[in-house]
């Protein structure tokens, strides 16, 4: 009987853990304000010429790739950026103007306001509090192989999502609640995204991810588009690319307990760095921003930690190689083809027994060369071992489907429009 008690509440000695007891506290606080607000928020009038947007880790990924896109810029719609930091405004402001604070008073106005909210992850990414009534558009953050959301069977995420788990769908509403749309890429995904967000298959639509078009533009819209829209630190990185003469890089996913296992990788970065140094190559290593890295690895010539929160991919174009592991980035970088790619998967068993269980077969749908340990790792980048591979197109076809050679087309837009 104490185990089952200790079972239902472990997501909250979870959340205590990674947030702590103060952060834990205002979210109680937030649960027994925000309850109100919700019921009022059904009674506001919604404006169908008004759509608001928001994503979950700031002014990055398809949400802001969808906010600049130049089709959106035509369209007759009021347009703003609700932002969960008051720290990001003014960096977001000099590429977008509509940006507002989500408890500002005009934050909130526009939220209770907006017929449409259009997010990344949920719809907290904007205000969950000020959602009801709002038709939900879900652009996700990545196609891939994992199990996620009500599909999921093991880690924090399979205990919040256990049916059994009353006290998440109280503490966490926002995670329930099933969008209205949901931005897929392919037939097989639209059935994975319908079965893990408990959803209809024609609640899908299926376009390009707006992150990814960028792979597609010529080198000078690239160039303008980073020099007009992205901050300093994403310059400087494109900048600072074009010393090398080839760039990997290191993209590992998230671990569910947040740790170091970059430490546990079995890196070697002296040898790493002296390697490097021989082929005039850099080496980026970018962390999700849930992971934590202990060691201090600034010290070396090559190697150059990314800031975890910047969005890197308007610069993806001119890296050369990607090394990852079970990230959706792999899905979304071989779309350019001429692109390399080298899996680092030194955790697998581990991983599936304790982050995420698999929708896919690891081996079938991840296709490419493999590294188990470093020294295998090491010896791909010492003998310029071909990162491409077969079945490339195969992949591509499973997961991007018709999008991947219709990139300019408006039908999410036009879905969008048809929720009014």
């Known amino acids: 009987m104490i185990v089952n008690i200790l079972n239902k509440f472990s997501f909250i000695f979870s959340m205590i853990r990674r947030r ?22 059904f009674l506001c009038f919604r404006d169908s010429n008004k759509w608001v947007v928001g994503s979950e880790n700031g ?32 960096r977001i402001r000099k590429a977008y103007s509509k940006v507002y604070y989500r408890w500002s008073l005009k934050g909130v106005y526009h939220s209770l306001t907006a017929k449409v909210y259009i997010y990344s992850h949920y719809p ?26 009500f599909k999921t069977s093991v880690g924090n995420a399979g205990r919040i999502f ?13 995670l329930f609640r099933r969008p209205d749309l949901m931005l897929s890429t392919s037939p097989m995904m639209t059935k994975h995204f319908s079965e893990c967000f408990r959803i209809a298959e024609q609640n899908c639509v299926e376009d390009m991810y707006p992150r990814c078009k960028p792979f597609f533009w010529s080198p000078a819209k690239l160039r303008m588009f980073i020099y007009k829209y992205e901050d300093s630190s994403v310059k400087d990185l494109f900048e600072n690319i074009q010393n090398y003469a080839l760039t990997y890089l290191y993209m ?54 990314v800031d975890k929160n910047i969005d890197i991919y308007s610069v ?26 080298l899996l680092f998967p030194f955790d697998y068993s581990n991983y599936i027994s304790q982050d995420r269980d698999l929708a896919f077969d690891f081996d079938i749908y991840t296709p490419g060369n493999r ?50």
């Open 20 to 41: 702590g007891i103060k952060e834990t506290f205002l979210k109680n606080v937030e649960i027994l304000l925000g309850y109100p607000l919700y019921l009022l928020s």
């Open 59 to 90: 002014f990055v990924g398809n949400c802001k790739f969808f906010l600049l896109d130049e089709n959106i810029k035509s369209i007759d719609k009021e347009i703003y950026w609700i932002s969960s930091s008051k720290k990001d405004l003014e």
């Open 124 to 149: 907290s990414d904007i205000n969950f509090w000020t959602s009801g009534g709002a038709k939900t558009v879900n652009l996700w953050h990545g196609v891939g192989i994992k199990n996620i959301e």
């Open 162 to 174: 256990n049916e059994k788990n009353i006290l998440a769908r109280i503490y966490l509403p926002h």
């Open 252 to 305: 590992p996913t998230w671990r569910e307990d947040r740790s170091d296992f970059i430490t546990n990788s079995g890196i070697d970065f002296d040898i790493l760095n002296r390697v490097l140094q021989e082929k005039c190559a850099l080496f980026l290593l970018k962390l999700h921003p849930a992971t934590n890295l202990s060691i201090d690895i600034s010290v070396y010539s090559n190697i150059l930690i």
């Open 316 to 341: 993806l174009p001119i890296t050369d190689i990607l090394i990852t592991d079970y990230s959706s980035i792999y899905y979304d970088y071989i779309l350019m083809k001429k692109k390399g790619v």
């Open 371 to 420: 590294a188990y340990t470093f020294e295998e790792l090491l010896k791909f980048i010492e003998n310029d071992n071909s990162s491409l591979f077969e079945k490339r197109e195969w992949i591509i076809e499973q997961f991007w489907g018709d999008t991947a050679t219709s990139v300019n087309r408006d039908i999410l837009i036009d879905r969008i429009k048809s929720l009014q």
